[in-house]
T-cell receptor
Framework: DGGITQSPKYLFRKEGQNVTLSCEQN?????MYWYRQDPGQGLRLIYYSQIVNDFQKGDIAEGYSVSREKKESFPLTVTSAQKNPTAFYLC??????????????FGSGTQLSVL | RKEVEQDPGPFNVPEGATVAFNCTYSNSASQSFFWYRQDCRKEPKLLMSVYSSGNEDGRFTAQLNRASQYISLLIRDSKLSDSATYLCVVNILGAGGTSYGKLTFGQGTILTVHP
């Protein structure tokens, strides 16, 4: 079955530590996204990528980094510079073809907490 | 002003009730509009795309008003299973009709349907 897979489901970060969240899709989608969700809030865009080896900052990119070396993979690193990393992180992908409607396919999310 | 703003709710309605959510957006260049549903600590799932002519899917009706820059979602004959957070999502197309690949989420409206 095609889909988008995030891992791990739960992750704990120690002070000053970098952690990496995995996101893999086998839908052959061009675009991939990382969102952060805080309790009672909507999703805020961290980074997105429309093509391999290229990505753009979203609204809250500070303290995060990404790479897009393969079409299927878009890992997110939460660096020690991100002072408030506790949140629910969602990865998504979509077809990108200049269409007016682009349905997002989401992974099941990673809950990151600080120890 | 936020790019996408929703009634925060929460909306607490009895089974069988009709409930309506509104969502306003600030960028008149916005081209694609969606309603997503999110259950607690789960990934959002597409409920409906929203078209200029309005569209209906069973008990759900979505409307778009470009002049006033808002979209709405109407749920008729509410069921207990409709209890969730409803997210308004807006996409902005870039120059030449290509997508920025940036979908902006509202903060979500919480709906609770009780017996």
């Amino acid at each position: 079955d095609g889909g988008i897979t995030q891992s791990p489901k739960y992750l704990f970060r120690k002070e000053g530590q970098n952690v990496t969240l995995s996101c893999e899709q086998n839908l052959n989608h061009d675009a991939m996204y990382w969102y952060r969700q805080d309790p009672g809030q909507g999703l805020r865009l961290i980074y997105y990528s429309q093509i391999v080896n290229d990505f753009q900052k979203g609204d809250i990119a500070e303290g995060y980094s990404v790479s897009r070396e393969k079409k299927e993979s878009f890992p997110l690193t939460v660096t020690s510079a991100q002072k408030n990393p506790t949140a629910f992180y969602l990865c998504a992908s979509s077809i990108l073809q200049g269409a007016t409607n682009e349905k997002l396919f989401f992974g099941s999310g990673t809950q990151l907490s600080v120890l | 002003r936020k790019e996408v703003e929703q009634d925060p709710g929460p909306f607490n309605v009895p089974e069988g009730a009709t409930v309506a959510f509104n969502c306003t957006y600030s960028n008149s260049a916005s081209q694609s509009f969606f309603w997503y549903r999110q259950d607690c600590r789960k990934e959002p799932k597409l409920l409906m795309s929203v078209y200029s002519s309005g569209n209906e899917d069973g008990r759900f009706t979505a409307q778009l008003n470009r002049a006033s820059q808002y979209i709405s979602l109407l749920i008729r004959d509410s069921k207990l299973s409709d209890s969730a957070t409803y997210l308004c999502v807006v996409n902005i197309l870039g120059a030449g009709g290509t997508s920025y690949g940036k979908l902006t989420f509202g903060q979500g409206t919480i709906l609770t349907v009780h017996p």
